[in-house]
């Protein structure tokens, strides 16, 4: 048997028991790293992610990547771990997927700056919704990958976009102003957008459990990644 490959400190995939983040090199609120911070969260540069969570003035848990796009490769080797990957057919944040596993997984500034950067990173969580409870957080909103059906406490007129990454048909809902009820949504054709709460419980459930993206309002990150912890084990 093939042994496993080795960062710095040993063995990939490097293991977490508590969520953790991926922060790209995108657009970065830095009080939303300094909360990540605050709570304990680890924060993983995905390349020159790293000098983005340097600027805000945190050292990485680690630094995942090609490494192509890292200030000072020595610099940062001399203050936490390091682990190049030289493979150039994932990107950066892929590269941190695969390197890694947690409960939950944050991407951060994997949106913003360059849209050929934040359609990979779509197509990145795509990839992984089936095995890892993943949320892309930008300025605004998050974006929770889901495989399968999902119930979640909302406010009355709360926005809820429910968007397909692949077709997918709907058993049904319960709690949106616009019902999803036996509808197919797909990219090019019907979509999700927009969708508003209606009670104080939201249920989706789809008809196969192809992976769907929820979209909802930033200040809803923490219920979220509560509502991924309770739905444990998954792994």
Same mark, same amino acid.
């Given at each position: 048997?093939?042994?496993?490959?080795?960062?710095?400190? @040993?063995?990939?995939?490097?293991?977490?028991?508590?969520? #953790?983040?991926?922060?790209? +090199? *995108?657009?970065?609120?830095?009080?939303?790293?300094?909360?990540?911070?605050?709570?304990?969260?680890? &924060?993983? +540069?995905?390349?020159?992610? *790293?000098?983005? =969570?340097?600027?805000?003035?945190?050292?990485?848990?680690?630094?995942? +990547?090609? &490494?192509?796009?890292?200030?000072?490769?020595?610099?940062?080797?001399?203050?936490?771990?390091?682990?190049? =990957?030289?493979?150039?057919?994932?990107?950066?944040? /892929?590269?941190?997927?695969?390197?890694?596993?947690?409960?939950?997984?944050?991407?951060? *500034?994997?949106?913003?700056?360059?849209?050929?950067?934040?359609?990979?990173?779509?197509?990145?969580? &795509? /990839?992984?919704?089936?095995?890892?409870?993943?949320?892309? =957080?930008?300025?605004?909103?998050?974006?929770?990958?889901?495989? +399968?059906?999902?119930?979640?406490?909302?406010?009355?007129?709360?926005?809820?976009?429910? !968007?397909?990454?692949?077709?997918?048909?709907? !058993?049904?809902?319960?709690?949106?102003?616009? $019902?999803?009820?036996?509808?197919?949504?797909?990219? @090019?054709?019907?979509?999700?957008?927009?969708?508003?709460?209606?009670?104080?419980?939201?249920?989706? #459930? $789809?008809?196969? $459990?192809?992976?769907?993206?929820? #979209?909802?309002?930033?200040?809803?990150?923490?219920?979220?990644?509560?509502?991924? &912890?309770?739905?444990?084990?998954?792994?």
């Amino acid at each position: 048997m093939q042994s496993p490959p080795k960062g710095p400190d @040993g063995p990939l995939p490097l293991q977490y028991e508590q969520p #953790i983040a991926i922060v790209g +090199g *995108g657009s970065v609120d830095q009080q939303l790293l300094a909360d990540l911070a605050r709570r304990g969260i680890p &924060l993983i +540069g995905a390349d020159g992610g *790293g000098d983005t =969570i340097g600027a805000a003035g945190l050292v990485p848990e680690a630094i995942i +990547g090609d &490494l192509d796009s890292l200030s000072d490769r020595a610099a940062w080797e001399s203050r936490t771990r390091v682990v190049h =990957i030289a493979e150039q057919l994932t990107t950066d944040f /892929q590269k941190c997927l695969y390197s890694t596993s947690a409960p939950v997984t944050l991407a951060v *500034g994997m949106t913003g700056k360059r849209l050929d950067h934040t359609l990979a990173a779509l197509n990145a969580v &795509l /990839q992984v919704a089936a095995d890892r409870h993943l949320l892309v =957080i930008d300025e605004t909103d998050i974006a929770l990958a889901v495989v +399968g059906p999902i119930g979640f406490a909302a406010r009355p007129d709360e926005r809820v976009s429910v !968007h397909p990454l692949l077709p997918i048909r709907f !058993h049904r809902s319960t709690g949106l102003l616009y $019902p999803l009820d036996g509808l197919t949504l797909e990219p @090019g054709g019907l979509g999700g957008t927009s969708n508003a709460a209606t009670a104080g419980r939201v249920e989706i #459930i $789809p008809a196969n $459990p192809t992976p769907w993206l929820l #979209i909802l309002g930033r200040e809803r990150l923490w219920d979220m990644v509560e509502t991924c &912890l309770e739905a444990l084990p998954r792994y």
